[in-house]
């Protein structure tokens, strides 16, 4: 599985995204992350397994409590992936809006819809 998928996949969780929006402000170590959820510190660290494998995420070698940091630079692979289509997607808005735009101007509209109205 390629990086962008592995990213995506992770992001898929709403668990994952959630730690995701919370390491945005800041490192956190494994108990600091895991407070907010109903779940067992086991099933804490498969999550940030997840997200690690992905890139997301890295916990840095050392000993114990080690911070859980957020690691921007996949952040840039997906927004190269999303810009791509945004703009694919725009600029088929903008062709859609010309040819809307030309229509408006052609007078032979204006005769076909008399025709049709009458």
Do not use: C
Request: no cysteine; proline share 7%; hydrophobic share 40%.
């Amino acid at each position: 599985m390629d990086t962008l998928s592995r990213v995506f996949a992770a992001l898929a969780d709403p668990t994952r995204r959630d730690m995701v929006a919370r390491l945005a402000s800041g490192d956190a170590t494994v108990g600091q992350l895991a407070e907010p959820y109903p779940m067992t510190l086991q099933a804490i660290y498969k999550h940030l397994k997840v997200l690690e494998d992905a890139g997301v995420v890295s916990r840095p070698a050392g000993p114990q409590p080690r911070p859980v940091r957020l690691e921007a630079e996949v952040f840039d692979l997906m927004d190269t992936w999303i810009e791509r289509y945004r703009r694919e997607a725009e600029a088929r808005y903008r062709r859609l809006d010309a040819v809307l735009a030309r229509m408006d101007q052609d007078p032979a509209n204006d005769r076909t819809e008399e025709e049709g109205a009458a």
